[in-house]
């Protein structure tokens, strides 16, 4: 099943369940829900002109030809007799559905929404990752196993090594600057054009000092969702205070 297809009938379903959800609104909005005592009232002033029994349900329209609804007592079968006495028109039918089943239908609508809520959280994660760890940060952790990158692999940039140099030396040997009361840098701004090394710089830093490097895209921080992108950078900074000291690397 190709991209295509898929956002196609992605969409399609949510517009399916839109409209049962509206649809279903509707109907409810239109007809007035009534308690007994106040249906009676109506029948006794001589407002209802129509009822429709089916079980312990009754429809009908009053005269003003408002629908309404509402459900009778199981003890009080008399009510019947009051209506023809009003001469309301009375249809009696066989309520044939099963409870369950007029439980579904009512629940249909909120089950869909909750099902394509799901679908959709799953469609957007590529189908690898759970709805819940929607949030989450993709900032990908350089293995210890991979190849260690040191300053002598970076070369034509000895200016930024030596003034990094001291960040490396407070990430092997923090204390000894705690002493003194140093404070490390809160980041380092790597500019330049593509292809001049920024990545491998900062891998060198790590692979220098020794330390966990977390490398993401500033652009995984974009999300057509509101607060996706906070959630994220929240969740990076966390990785990062658990595995410190380390070097998170926000790329372009």
């Known amino acids: 099943m190709n991209a295509t297809f898929k956002t196609v009938m992605l969409w399609m379903s949510l517009l399916v369940v839109i409209f049962l959800a509206w649809h279903f609104a509707q109907i409810q909005k239109k007809e007035t829900s009534l308690k007994f005592s106040e249906f009676m009232t109506q029948v006794d002033a001589g407002q209802v002109q129509d009822a429709t029994i089916v079980g312990y349900d009754i429809k009908g329209h009053f005269t003003s030809r408002e629908p309404f609804r509402t459900t009778a007592p199981p003890d009080f079968p008399d009510y019947i007799?009051?209506?023809l006495s009003k001469k309301v028109q009375v249809t009696v039918e066989r309520d044939q559905t099963p409870a369950w089943a007029n439980m579904l239908i009512s629940w249909a609508p909120f089950l869909l929404l909750i099902g394509f809520w799901v679908f959709f959280m799953r469609q957007m994660q590529?189908?690898?990752?759970?709805?819940?760890?929607?949030?989450?940060?993709k900032a990908k952790l350089l293995a210890s196993q991979q190849k260690k990158v040191t300053f002598k692999d970076v070369a034509g940039v000895d200016e930024a090594k030596?003034?990094?140099?001291?960040i490396i030396e407070f990430l092997r040997e923090p204390q000894k600057f705690q002493k003194l009361g140093g404070r490390i840098p809160k980041g380092v701004l790597l500019m330049g054009p593509p292809g001049t090394g920024k990545t491998?710089?900062?891998?060198?830093?790590a692979g220098e000092a020794n330390v966990p490097f977390f490398s993401i895209s500033g652009s995984d921080f974009v999300e057509m969702f509101v607060g996706v992108g906070a959630s994220r950078v929240r969740d990076l900074f966390e990785q990062?205070?658990?595995?410190?000291?380390?070097?998170i690397f926000i790329d372009e």
């Open 81 to 83: 007799k009051a209506l």
């Open 126 to 137: 590529s189908g690898g990752n759970k709805a819940l760890s929607f949030g989450k940060s």
């Open 162 to 166: 030596e003034e990094l140099q001291e």
């Open 240 to 247: 990062g205070k658990k595995n410190a000291p380390c070097i």
């Open 200 to 205: 491998l710089l900062a891998r060198a830093i």
